[in-house]
């Protein structure tokens, strides 16, 4: 069982420059989700796509930029990377965006920008 | 700006201590409570969940947590840790009144030590 897939892991960049990190679920989930995670600030949202088609703003999308290709991809573009933007990115699914059910995260992207 | 709020940062106890980190969300109206914990260099995986009935939850590894709607809280609690238990744990809030959007605590570093 995959889950949430996230690549790539690490990665390192350089101020300006740009990369997109990818996220795929296998789980048929509806909703996908988008997080940065700062010390002493949790998760904060990105983005989300509470189905295929739509995407949002959440709490933090400046400098970013998504896509959801289809209903298992969901992926998040920075355009011209800034230092600020250094962190620890989680890719969530859920069921629904209304549902109960919690979501399911991957293993995180350690992004560095110098 | 209605958030969640963990009050301890950081958490340092001795194995066979009880551990209590406390959570508090300022949503009104219809909330679902999570608490997601992270092993060091792993993905949030789901401890617990509140939707409605009992107030007290249980969920894996002997955590439990208790709903407190006057009080707003949703307080993690185990009462004896082990060296396993070294890890961030987060609260979670999904709210009608946040567009069911799930909403996380600063996170709380906890350390046992052996």
């Known amino acids: 069982n995959a889950g949430v897939t996230q690549t790539p892991k690490f990665q390192v960049l350089k101020t300006g420059q740009s990369m997109t990190l990818q996220c795929a679920q296998d789980?048929?989930?509806?909703?996908m989700y988008w997080y940065r995670q700062d010390p002493g600030m949790g998760l904060r949202l990105i983005y989300y796509?509470?189905?295929?088609?739509?995407?949002d703003k959440g709490e933090v999308p400046n400098g970013y930029n998504v896509s959801r290709l289809n209903k298992r991809e969901f992926s998040l573009r920075l355009e011209s990377a800034a230092p600020s933007q250094t962190s620890v990115y989680f890719c969530?699914?859920?069921?629904?965006?209304?549902?109960?059910?919690?979501?399911?995260f991957g293993d995180g992207t350690r992004l560095s920008i110098l | 700006a209605q958030s969640v709020s963990q009050h301890n940062h950081h958490v340092i106890l001795s194995e066979a201590a009880s551990l209590e980190l406390g959570c508090n969300y300022s949503?009104?109206?219809?909330?679902?409570l999570f608490w997601y914990v992270q092993y060091p260099g792993q993905h949030l995986q789901l401890l617990l969940k509140?939707?409605?009935?009992?107030?007290l939850v249980k969920g894996i590894k002997g955590f439990e947590a208790e709903f407190i709607k006057s009080k707003f809280s949703f307080n993690l609690r185990k009462p004896s840790v082990q060296w396993s238990d070294t890890a961030e744990y987060f609260c979670?809030?999904?709210?009608?009144?946040?567009?069911?959007?799930?909403?996380f605590g600063g996170g709380t570093r906890v350390l046992v030590k052996p």
């Open positions: 796509s509470a189905s295929e088609g739509t995407t």
């Open positions: 509140y939707f409605s009935g009992d107030p």
């Open positions: 789980m048929n989930h509806n909703s």
């Open positions: 969530a699914s859920g069921i629904e965006l209304t549902a109960r059910e919690p979501q399911h």
């Open positions: 949503y009104g109206g219809t909330v679902n």
């Open positions: 979670a809030v999904n709210a009608r009144a946040a567009g069911n959007k799930l909403t």
